[in-house]
């Protein structure tokens, strides 16, 4: 039962970050692609040292194909994943 769980988990936070990201948009001249890119890489780097408490809990930790999070590799995973969030973001909006 936990990928329905962590589904609504990663949905709810990423409309939260959509919500501040317009938020944002609204208040600044940044361009939207440089914007939305530059939060989605921010947002990453400030919350990955919470990424110890996720990797010690997560129901996918040691399966073949998902790194640690707190390793290299778990963190240019992660990295390129929130790159890509902020490209697609910063091109939709």
Not at 80 to 91: I, T
Request: glycine share 10%; net charge positive; aromatic share 12%.
């Amino acid at each position: 039962g936990w990928w329905p769980v962590g589904m609504a988990i990663h949905l709810a936070n990423g409309a939260f970050f959509g919500v501040a990201y317009h938020e944002v948009r609204r208040r600044t001249s940044t361009d939207s692609r440089k914007l939305a890119l530059a939060m989605a890489l921010g947002e990453h780097l400030a919350l990955y040292p919470l990424s110890y408490f996720v990797d010690r809990h997560h129901p996918r930790r040691a399966k073949p194909g998902v790194a640690p999070l707190l390793s290299l590799r778990g963190f240019g995973q992660a990295t390129w994943r929130h790159a890509l969030f902020g490209l697609v973001l910063g091109r939709a909006a």
